[in-house]
């Protein structure tokens, strides 16, 4: 009898046991933040990567914190819709402005390229498990990588575009309120390929913030005479053939300063005045001396707010300012993504610098370099339409990375239909991007209109 009742005994621990084994081998439910990641691409040197943020509970989540362990020999690259810290190899991003709050059942995502095999482990989201864990990914292939990576749908966008009147695609061109070697033109004159002339430049005033323009001196007399009312009369030529004339505030030697909040007040109160009085259709954001992307953020908000969502807001960093989206004018692109018309980077006057594939230094004046730096924007947070590429128009515009006007349309091609690239491939093609950019309309016409007759035409046939 003893024997059997022990006989009893240890196949009900057994049982009881197994059952246990088999209750802590079941997914748990998960009635709260969750968060679960794919890699959405693999080619095997790296790898695109997207974490689903889901509110599975009946609180609304205000913020959240998502980290991971990579393996070593793992990396993070560009990264989008997500602010990013590092500590060894424990990556923690964070909301944006634009998608810390989640609704009881809704979701947010952001992505990232990783360079390397692993994969994300030890997740954690606000502090707890991510509970959704990672999805299975097939192995990196033994083989080499393909010569192009597999094409992807791009990130769906956060906000839609601004409603501007502009076409899908662009040229954009500067136009000199100055006598310098360049031709001087009166404003009319601009060739009829530009969508966009941006009118260089706005400058300060000894109110901090404030800026004011009127026609250069020195220009009305290269010109033999060239009155405001004259520029007034033209930028209404200009708009009556369909274009766009933007007032353009900062260049190299610009000391505007938007730094507090009266500052941002000063700023957009005197560059509306400004659009009240020449008829310009937008602001571009050229300040080549730093920017308080906070207080510039507030400011054009403001601007908007008085003209309208019909307002064009372009910005014209230098290739440095665009390559961490937590630097000053990158932070400012994707804080007004919203309202944001186009991000025109100056790819040149730069010499090497790092691309979306965080592992190769790229020289100016090449298809690489401008495609491997606007991957970076593209990558990291900016629609396709808010990207468009800066190039010098010839010779005596920039100190460096002048290229022929045909490598544009490559980088273009490569850009929007994985055609006439380089050397590198971004991990997928953007149809959408704006367009192109040049320093400047004079220059352009110093050197017989190439750019724009080059250019422009090849922009009409983009997809």
């Not at 990196?140 to 601004?162: L, N, R």
């Not at 900062?250 to 009085?277: C, H, K, P, W």
């Amino acid at each position: 009898m003893k024997r059997s009742r022990s006989l009893v005994l240890s196949l009900v621990t057994m049982l009881t046991a197994a059952l246990g084994a088999a209750w802590v081998a079941m997914p748990a439910y998960a009635a709260g933040p969750t968060a679960t990641f794919v890699k959405t691409s693999d080619w095997g040197s790296g790898w695109e990567g997207k974490y689903t943020i889901t509110n599975g509970g009946t609180t609304t989540i205000n913020g959240w914190s998502l980290t991971f362990d990579l393996p070593a020999g793992t990396s993070v690259g560009t990264y989008w819709d997500a602010l990013l810290t590092s500590s060894g190899q424990r990556y923690t991003f964070t909301n944006r402005s634009w998608n810390g709050t989640v609704a009881p059942g809704a979701s947010v995502s952001f992505g990232f390229l990783g360079s390397g095999p692993g994969s994300p482990a030890n997740c954690q989201l606000n502090g707890a498990a991510c509970g959704g864990g990672t999805t299975p990914t097939t192995p990196p292939p033994t083989t080499a990588p393909p010569t192009t990576p597999p094409p992807t749908t791009p990130p769906p966008p956060t906000s839609p575009p601004p409603v501007t009147g502009l076409p899908k695609h662009i040229l954009t061109g500067y136009w000199h309120n100055f006598d310098n070697p360049a031709v001087e033109l009166r404003l009319r004159d601009v060739p009829a390929e530009y969508d966009v002339v941006a009118v260089a430049f706005a400058e300060a005033t000894a109110t901090p913030g404030a800026v004011t323009f009127a026609v250069d001196p020195g220009l009305s007399a290269a010109l033999g005479g060239y009155t405001d009312a004259d520029f007034s009369a033209d930028v209404r030529i200009l708009k009556s053939r369909g274009k766009k004339v933007i007032i353009s505030v900062g260049g190299e030697t610009g000391r505007v300063a938007v730094n507090d909040a009266a500052s941002a007040v000063a700023f957009s109160d005197s560059v509306y005045a400004l659009i009240q009085r020449y008829g310009f259709d937008g602001v571009d954001i050229d300040l080549e001396n730093g920017l308080n992307p906070t207080y510039m953020a507030q400011a054009l908000r403001s601007l908007r707010a008085k003209v309208g969502s019909g307002l064009i807001i372009a910005m014209a960093p230098q290739t440095i300012d665009m390559q961490n989206p937590t630097t000053s004018y990158f932070k400012l692109a994707l804080d007004i993504k919203d309202i944001l018309t186009v991000v025109n980077t100056q790819f040149y006057n730069s010499g090497s610098m790092l691309g979306c594939d965080n592992n190769a230094a790229y020289s100016q004046g090449t298809v690489n370099f401008i495609v491997a730096l606007a991957c970076i924007q593209l990558e990291a947070g900016l629609r396709p339409d808010q990207v468009g590429l800066g190039l010098p128009a010839g010779p005596g515009a920039a100190g460096g990375g002048i290229v022929a006007p045909s490598v544009v349309n490559a980088a273009l091609d490569c850009l929007t239909r994985g055609t006439n690239c380089g050397s590198f491939r971004p991990p997928r093609t953007y149809p959408g991007l704006r367009g192109a950019m040049t320093w400047s309309v004079n220059w352009d016409v110093s050197n017989g209109n190439n750019f724009a007759r080059t250019v422009g035409p090849h922009l009409d046939t983009l997809p």
